[in-house]
């Protein structure tokens, strides 16, 4: 019986399997903004150990997020290639986050290798999960712009999760913690940990896989490496990612910091104050700021916790306006095709990362007018990434005869984890060369390390993203005649069964 791999898909599924990266995004938002502050600041480890933990990791994961693509593509089962390890995955995947975010009781020397011993675990499991959820989307469907509109629903639910985890998180980790910063975040990662569960057993039961591989197609890994070194916009693809994401690593990094040691507390509490995030102190709070206090967006009339609201609240914008753009992303590339939407998109997204370095610390309206344009350009690039990676293992098939989704995808997923690892590297030397550290945060070379890591370095890291980009060979009409032959190919593999 054949099976129309370019139907439409129904919401169910497309919810359901965007779901699944709302779980993985509970970790992956969490790692990109708070990991190097936790290490850091709760945890107790230099950034300069803790920018090595980063950079080694990464080489941990040139070895598994390859191998587990040539395993996703060689596994068979009643649920499919990819589908199960969804459901094999996620209970280790929320026991190993929650771990290493959790402080033992333990010396200096012990805390260090607690410390690899999770982060290494937490990358194991991430690749378990992600490479194959990734390669889902390749073969949920043959239709190019339905794979757009995945991506939109995909994510939509990520966003939301970075809204989540970027808004409440610190709020959150202040108030379970009551003034205990350790147990503050352990209970914090619990609790998100428990909800990337079910996230993951929805995705596994709504998703299904269509696009199959030519059935005389024979098993070479040599070969899967040859295809994808061959295969242009794969590479131009897996360029621009590890720039992208050096760059998200880099920034997401800094930021907490530069809220915290940049930007006037003052400033930030008057601009707080006019949106009645500010306990006054006389009088009752208001009904509105009794909500605001339940959970940790209360700024209190000392001041002491300004920067984790302020921090709460930019964050909270900027991904809203961040949704709204991921959800332009599926007409604009309809319009005008998905090349130039991302590169346009992502030119103007570097011009504003820029820009935050010349915003003065006391131009608190100013710093969160530059959140909202870059959250706006970034937006619409999110999910058509990881449409043009599908786009790319196609493109790979049509060119070789050939097709390894979960190969092509995994390759990605390594430059997206080591881009974080780079970043994260990057960060803690630059912080360190600068001499950030215990009882010098606010030293004039920290406070400039600070904006260079928040602003010059990202923005170089999305100029090499552009300039590579301006490689890729598939545009709208080449997309178009990819997935005509293809149709044609299928068709004759479905007859012939």
């Not at 054949?2 to 790692?31: H, P």
């Not at 639910?157 to 989540?164: K, L, Q, Y």
């Not at 004039?444 to 928040?454: D, K, P, V």
Request: hydrophobic share 50%.
């Amino acid at each position: 019986m054949s099976v129309n791999v370019s139907s439409r898909l129904t919401f169910r599924e497309k919810a359901g399997y965007a779901l699944g990266d709302a779980g993985a995004n509970f970790v992956f938002q969490t790692l990109m903004i708070f990991q190097m502050t936790f290490y850091s600041k709760v945890f107790g480890i230099t950034v300069a150990a803790a920018s090595w933990l980063f950079l080694i990791g990464r080489l941990f994961d040139a070895v598994t997020d390859p191998l587990m693509g040539v395993i996703a593509d060689r596994t068979k089962s009643r649920w499919g290639r990819f589908r199960p390890w969804l459901i094999w995955s996620a209970l280790p995947f929320a026991l190993v986050f929650w771990a290493a975010f959790t402080t033992p009781d333990l010396g200096p020397q012990g805390k260090l290798l607690y410390a690899w011993a999770t982060y290494l675990g937490l990358m194991a499991v991430y690749t378990l999960n992600n490479v194959p959820y990734c390669a889902l989307q390749g073969v949920m469907t043959a239709d190019s712009n339905e794979r757009t509109s995945i991506g939109t629903y995909r994510f939509f639910a990520a966003m939301s999760v970075g809204f989540i985890v970027s808004g409440v998180t610190w709020p959150l980790v202040a108030k379970l913690g009551g003034g205990d910063d350790a147990k503050g975040w352990s209970l914090t990662m619990g609790f998100f940990a428990l909800i990337t569960i079910v996230c993951f057993v929805v995705a596994f039961f709504s998703a299904k896989e269509r696009v199959q591989p030519d059935p005389e197609q024979k098993s070479s890994v040599r070969q899967d490496l040859a295809d994808a070194f061959g295969n242009r916009p794969w590479v131009v693809l897996f360029i621009a990612t590890l720039a992208i994401f050096t760059m998200l690593a880099v920034r997401g990094g800094s930021l907490p910091l530069f809220t915290q040691y940049v930007v006037s507390q003052s400033a930030l509490a008057d601009f707080l104050r006019h949106g009645g995030f500010v306990q006054s102190g006389i009088g009752e709070p208001t009904g509105f700021q009794t909500v605001l206090d339940s959970v940790g967006y209360l700024v209190k009339p000392d001041l002491s916790n300004v920067q984790a609201v302020g921090f709460g609240v930019f964050n909270m914008a900027g991904s809203v306006v961040t949704l709204l753009g991921v959800l332009m992303s599926k007409p604009l590339s309809e319009r005008f095709g998905k090349r130039g939407v991302f590169n346009t998109c992502l030119a103007i997204t570097g011009a504003s990362t820029l820009w935050l370095y010349f915003i003065p610390g006391d131009a608190v309206g100013t710093q969160f007018v530059q959140g909202l344009l870059w959250a706006a350009a970034y937006g619409p690039t999110i999910p058509l990434l990881w449409s043009m990676i599908a786009d790319a293992a196609d493109y790979g098939e049509w060119k070789n005869g050939r097709r390894a989704t979960g190969f092509v995808f995994a390759g990605v997923v390594f430059a997206l984890k080591a881009g974080l690892g780079v970043g994260g590297f990057i960060g803690g030397q630059v912080l360190s060369a600068y001499g950030f550290g215990e009882g010098t945060e606010t030293a004039a070379a920290s406070l400039h390390g600070i904006r260079m890591t928040a602003a010059i370095y990202p923005a170089v890291c999305i100029a090499i993203a552009v300039f590579t980009l301006t490689r890729y060979p598939i545009d709208k009409t080449l997309n178009d005649r990819i997935g005509r032959e293809l149709a044609e190919r299928r068709a004759r593999y479905a007859s012939a069964a």
